[in-house]
């Protein structure tokens, strides 16, 4: 058992992608320089978004189809691949380094955290599990995050169910990470250059609705999850609001970042 702490529980609700990875930078940056809590953060996108791994090239857009469904594009300070943000909840963490939960590498991170994900899963009536070893076929290098788990992520009846990514920078690490709720998990073919194959992404990811057979709201699945992140992980959730500088921070990195071409067009 963890010894217990306070980390600070923030809603955000509702931004656009920019905004979004710009907010996330801001309170990584805050709790690297000791001015911020740790923080769990709870979000979503309006409108849809792609998002990009930090490392992906950005010709795996389809950039007319995205425009034509009015979907943005945005590139993560995390690695991994593409995710299309829509009818989903978002979750990050930021902490040193040096805290229990997220000490040592990133896998073994992966591990601790995700008993907080399954804690908070199994409260909306869902029980999955994590994936230690996932199989050969998972390691292809397709544009589609959620075609293939990675270690210590969460998978129901074999389909991936959380895609995360992390990224570590000056003493202290960022996880976010997408639980897609309603919807069709394919969606995301279709504004991909490659046009990956839908019904490979159906059977091979799923979200919440399809495997419990019900709609969970944004607002029921974020209690649940931020309830299972304390029960699992000893955590003392305090809700709060972002500090004037992560605002400031968060204005900056958005105009010129993640807003910018310069950034998502770079590689």
Known sequence: MYPPVTWRLLDTGENDGATNMAIDEAILRGVAEGSSPPTLRFFAWRPACLSLGQAQPFGDVDVE??????????????????????????????????????RGGIVESYRRLSEGLLAGLLRIGLPARQIER??????????????APSNYEIVFDGHKLVGSAQVRRNGAMLQHGTLPLIGDVARICYVLAARPDPHRVRARAITVERAIGRAVTFGAAARAMAEGFASALNLQLEPGDLTPQERAWAGELRRDKYASEGWTRRI
């Not at 996932?134 to 075609?147: I, K, S, T």
């Open 134 to 147: 996932p199989d050969a076929h998972d390691h292809d290098q397709g544009p589609v995050c959620f075609e």
């Open 65 to 102: 189809a995205c425009r034509v469904r009015g979907v943005e594009v945005v590139r993560r300070p995390t690695g991994g691949r593409a995710i299309l943000h829509v009818d989903e909840l978002t979750y990050s963490f930021s902490a040193p380094e040096t805290e229990l939960r997220v």
